[in-house]
């Protein structure tokens, strides 16, 4: 299990941006499977987007186009870039990784994370 610490959420108006940040142990970001989930009140957790040891990323549909996720091998660090924020997107976000190998996708990020981070909280309100 490795240590995930985010930040950068906060409240934003709709269609405002918000970059998250996801700090991890050293070697974390280009060894595993690294991704973001996020939970909202009174729905299940939803796998947002991944991005695997070569860089592929894949997203939900709910966030495609409007959210980025990127990495930072040299500091392990690893980022989500959320624009045009709508109001459905307001949940608690967590940065997970999946160190057992496999396949990585958003979906299994949301089901099979092996380590997550306590998770900073998006608010998106007029």
């Known amino acids: 299990e490795v240590q995930l610490v985010e930040s950068g959420g906060g409240l934003v108006q709709p269609g405002g941006s918000l970059r998250l940040s996801c700090a991890a142990a050293?070697?974390?970001?280009?060894?595993?499977?690294m991704g973001w989930f996020r939970q909202a009140r009174e729905k299940e957790r939803e796998g947002v987007a991944a991005?695997?040891?070569?860089?592929?990323?894949t997203y939900a549909d709910s966030v495609k186009g409007r959210f980025t996720i990127s990495k930072d091998n040299a500091e392990n660090i690893v980022y989500l870039r959320m624009n045009s924020l709508k109001p459905e997107d307001t949940a608690m976000y967590h940065c997970?990784?999946?160190?057992?190998?496999?396949?990585?996708?958003?979906?299994?990020?949301?089901?099979?994370?092996?380590?997550w981070g306590q998770g900073t909280q998006v608010t998106v309100s007029p």
């Open positions: 997970a990784a999946i160190e057992s190998g496999g396949s990585c996708s958003y979906h299994r990020i949301g089901l099979e994370f092996d380590s």
């Open positions: 050293s070697y974390t970001a280009r060894s595993y499977c």
């Open positions: 991005i695997d040891t070569d860089g592929s990323t």
